[in-house]
């Protein structure tokens, strides 16, 4: 539902979407029972990373913070176990392995 996500039909994400066949589905605003995934990760992204990273290290740039952050983002995915009931304990590339394979 964010700005950068929304706009008319020549926006360029729009776009992107139409080219690729997907559809544009938005959640209820302030309605985290509908997005409970992305308002979890959104969680643990503060939770591990943000406040941690922004305690220990003062950023000169915002290319900086984001190196830091897409490692953490491999970490998250490749190394980090996940214990809700859908993943079962599996890293997320473990289950998109499953359905891959």
Same mark, same amino acid.
């Given at each position: =539902?964010g *700005?950068?996500?929304c706009g008319?039909?020549? @926006?360029p994400?729009?776009?992107?979407?139409?080219? %690729?066949?997907?559809?544009h *589905?938005r959640?209820?605003?302030?309605?985290?029972?509908? =997005?409970?995934f992305?308002e979890r +990760? =959104?969680?643990?992204v503060?939770?591990?990373f +943000? /406040?941690?990273?922004?305690r220990?290290t +003062?950023?000169?740039?915002?290319?900086?913070? !984001?190196?830091?952050l897409d490692k953490w983002?491999v970490h998250? %995915?490749?190394? /980090? $176990? @996940?214990?809700?009931? *859908? %993943? !079962?304990g /599996?890293r $997320?590339?473990?289950?998109? %392995?499953? +359905?891959?394979?």
């Open positions: =539902n *700005r950068e996500f008319t039909e020549t @926006h994400y729009e776009l992107y979407l139409d080219l %690729n066949g997907i559809d *589905r959640t209820k605003v302030k309605t985290p029972k509908t =997005n409970g992305v +990760f =959104n969680g643990t503060l939770d591990e +943000f /406040r941690i990273k922004m220990e +003062f950023y000169e740039s915002v290319e900086a913070l !984001q190196a830091d983002l998250y %995915n490749t190394e /980090r $176990p @996940h214990l809700g009931y *859908r %993943n !079962q /599996r $997320p590339i473990e289950t998109i %392995n499953l +359905f891959v394979s």
